[in-house]
C-alpha cells in the first residue's frame, strides 16, 4: 500500500515557468487536499477536493490551480511561477468523517529562481 | 479567524527526561479539535496525538499526553521519556468541525532536539 505519492521530491523553476505537482493515493479517499510550509508559518491549505469533479479553495489559493478527474489523483498547476511560491508543498487526503486521520505525502520542495 | 502560536521556536531535552510543548490559539468557536503533528526530518508529516474539545479527559497516546485547558485556550504536549527518535518539528493544529475543507490551521512549529 504506497499512500500518497507526491513527484517529484524538488524541483527548481524559473520565474514565469508552469509546472504540476502530482499527487496520487491509493487508498479510494475521497477528500485530497494541497497545503503549503513557510518556515515559521506551519503548513497552510491551498485547494481541496471532496471527491471527482469537485473543488475549492483553502487559505492562499493565488497562484494555484487544481483539478479532480479521478479518485486517485489530484494535481496541483503553477501556471506562471513566482518566488513567493517557494516552499515545500504537501498533498494529503482521508477518509470521510471529520475526524478521520489526515495522510500526508512526503512533500516536494519547489524553489523558483 | 483562528490562529495557533507556539512560542518555543526551538527546544531541547536530554534523552529519557520529560519536556512540554507550548501551544496556546485563538477562537470563538465552543467546539473544535486539536491536533498535534510531528515532521522528522524525513519530512514526513506524522499525527501524533488529539483532542476534541468537549472531551474533559486530556488525550494519552504512549508517552504522550497533552494538557488541555479549553478556559485558557491551551494545548501543549508533554512527552515522556523522551527518545533521540522524538527529535523533529512538532507542530500544533486547530481544526473548526463541519467545514467543508477540513482546513488545519498549524502554529509555526517547535523543533525539538533529544540530547544523548
Known amino acids: 500500500n504506497a499512500g500518497v505519492t507526491q513527484t517529484p521530491k524538488f524541483q527548481v523553476l524559473k520565474t514565469g515557468q508552469s509546472m504540476t505537482l502530482q499527487c496520487a493515493q491509493d487508498?479510494?479517499?475521497?477528500?485530497m487536499s494541497w497545503y503549503r510550509q513557510d518556515p515559521g508559518m506551519g503548513l497552510r491549505l491551498i485547494h481541496y477536493?471532496?471527491?471527482?469533479?469537485?473543488?475549492d479553495q483553502g487559505e492562499v489559493p493565488n497562484g494555484y490551480n487544481v483539478s479532480r478527474s479521478t479518485t486517485e489523483d489530484f494535481p496541483l498547476r503553477l501556471l506562471s511561477a513566482a518566488p513567493s511560491q517557494t516552499s515545500v508543498y504537501f498533498c494529503?487526503?482521508?477518509?470521510?468523517?471529520?475526524?478521520?486521520?489526515?495522510?500526508f505525502g512526503s512533500g516536494t520542495q519547489l524553489s523558483v529562481l | 479567524a483562528q490562529t495557533v502560536t507556539q512560542s518555543q521556536p526551538e527546544m531541547s531535552v536530554q534523552e529519557a527526561e520529560t519536556v512540554t510543548l507550548s501551544c496556546t490559539y485563538d477562537?470563538?468557536?465552543?467546539?473544535?479539535?486539536l491536533f498535534w503533528y510531528k515532521q522528522p526530518p524525513s519530512r514526513q508529516m506524522i499525527l501524533v496525538i488529539r483532542?476534541?474539545?468537549?472531551?474533559?479527559q486530556n488525550a494519552t497516546e504512549n508517552r504522550f499526553s497533552v494538557n488541555f485547558q479549553k478556559a485558557a485556550k491551551s494545548f501543549s504536549l508533554k512527552i515522556s521519556d523522551s527518545q533521540l527518535g522524538d527529535t523533529a518539528m512538532y507542530f500544533c493544529?486547530?481544526?473548526?468541525?463541519?467545514?467543508?475543507?477540513?482546513?488545519?490551521?498549524f502554529g509555526g512549529g517547535t523543533r525539538l532536539m533529544v540530547k544523548p
Open positions: 494529503a487526503s482521508k477518509p470521510q468523517g471529520t475526524l478521520a486521520k489526515l495522510f
Open positions: 477536493s471532496v471527491g471527482a469533479g469537485i473543488t
Open positions: 477562537t470563538s468557536e465552543s467546539n473544535y479539535y
Open positions: 483532542q476534541e474539545a468537549y472531551k474533559q
Open positions: 493544529a486547530f481544526m473548526k468541525p463541519y467545514n467543508a475543507g477540513n482546513m488545519l490551521t
Open positions: 487508498m479510494n479517499h475521497e477528500y
